[in-house]
Every structure is written in C-alpha cells, then in structure tokens.
C-alpha cells in the first residue's frame, strides 16, 4: 500500500505570495490532517478534512486554508505569506479521523519564505 | 497554548539502557494519547498509543505509561538501541477530532 505522498518536497516563495501545498492520502483513508512544525514549537494542528468536509481548525490565522477532493487528495494554501511562515508541513491520514486512530505522515513539504 | 508540554529538549543514553521520555498536558478532557517516532527528512511514524481506561500499554520495546491524576505520560524503552535515536512526540486527543502535540524530545542513543 502506497504512504502518503506530500507534493513538493521543498518550496521557496517570497513574501506576499501564495503557496499551494498538496497531499495523497493513504487508499482507503478519509481523514486528511494538515500540521506545521517549527523549531521548539513541535507540531501544531492546522486542520482536518474528511469526505470533503473542514471538521476542525486549529488556532492559525484565515490565510491558512484548505480543502478536500472527493478521491480524498487534499490541499492546503497559504496567502500573503509571512517570513514566519517558514516551516515543515506535513499532512497526515488517518482512517476515520484524529481521534483515536493513528495518524501516517507524509515527509512533508519545507517551505522557505524569504 | 501548549496543551501538551515536552520539558526536555534532548536525551542521550547509553545503549542498552533504558530511555524515559515524558509528557506533561493540562487538558483534562484528552482521553486518547500516542507517540510517534520521526527521523530527520521523514515524517512522523506511530510509535504506540493509550486511552485514558488504562495506565499502561506495551508494545515490545516500548512501554507507555499513563498517570490520568498528575496528568503525565512517559515513554520506556528498553533496551535501547542506536536506530532508535529520534526525535520522540508525545500527542493527545481530547475526542473532537484535534490532536495536540509536543514540541519533541530529541533521544541520541550512544554505541
């Protein structure tokens, strides 16, 4: 069974653009989970989608977004980026949810904004 | 907010000793309760998880313990081994589909 699959692995963007960050979910799986991990912040909970739906955000800023397709490939944009948007993002799946399911990670997309 | 608190930066043991890696939350309403391992360039891979009914779960090498009234968790690994240097996240879920996580313990075991 294929992981799942976080397209590009590196991204460099300036301030002020947008950037469009893509996952595959593992077959099978409906939840997809966006996280962004920093140095000494660890990995903090950006969203969830399942069966195209947002079922819960974490506490970032509108210019995070999301969104879900119906083969469960989901993507992630970020407006007006910020120099603090630098960090790893990763995307996770996860059969029926966060909760009480264990979650498999992509490697991740590091995104530098200069 | 950090919910979910991992005071030690790093740890570094002997090989062949055991590795105690902590937690610490404050949420009393977390119920469900996981590592996961991650390699540099990786993502994070499932390690082992708890739910709140029990205060411990073992899975081979690794042990979880689960201490609901000081709300602390701890990773045991024993024996440790040179491939099990990582950096080690404890996680919780409070049951609304929100996984909180810690900032990551780096564990370097030594040859």
Redesign the interface.
């Known amino acids: 069974k294929a992981g ?1 699959t ?1 397209t590009p692995r590196y991204l460099i963007k300036t301030r002020g653009q947008q950037v469009t960050l893509s996952c595959s979910p593992i077959s099978g799986h409906r ?1 997809v ?1 966006w ?1 962004q991990q920093t140095p ?6 950006l969203f ?1 989608y ?1 069966s195209e739906t947002q ?2 955000k ?2 970032f800023p509108g210019r995070f977004s999301g969104r879900q397709f119906s083969n469960s490939r989901s993507e992630m944009n970020v407006s007006t980026l910020e120099l603090g948007d630098s960090a790893l993002y ?1 995307c ?1 799946s996860s059969l029926n ?4 399911s ?7 997309t590091r995104l530098t904004v200069t | 907010d950090q919910q979910v608190k991992q005071n030690s930066p790093s740890l570094s043991v002997q090989e062949g000793r055991i590795s105690i890696l902590n937690c610490d939350y404050t949420n009393s309403m977390f119920d469900y309760f996981l590592w996961y391992k991650k390699y540099p360039a990786e993502g994070p891979t499932f390690l082992i998880s708890i739910s709140s009914i029990k205060d411990k779960n073992e899975d081979g090498r690794f042990t979880v313990f689960l201490n609901k009234s000081a709300k602390h968790l701890s990773l045991h690994i024993v024996p440790s081994q040179p491939g099990d240097s990582a950096v080690y996240f404890c996680a919780a879920s409070a049951g609304i589909d929100d996984m909180r996580f810690g900032a990551g313990t780096r564990l370097t075991v030594k040859p």
Do not use: D, I, K, W
């Open positions: 799942v976080q939840s989970s996280y000494g912040q660890g990995l903090q909970f969830e399942f079922r819960n974490g506490n990763l996770a949810g966060v909760y009480n264990p979650l498999h990670f992509g490697n991740g």
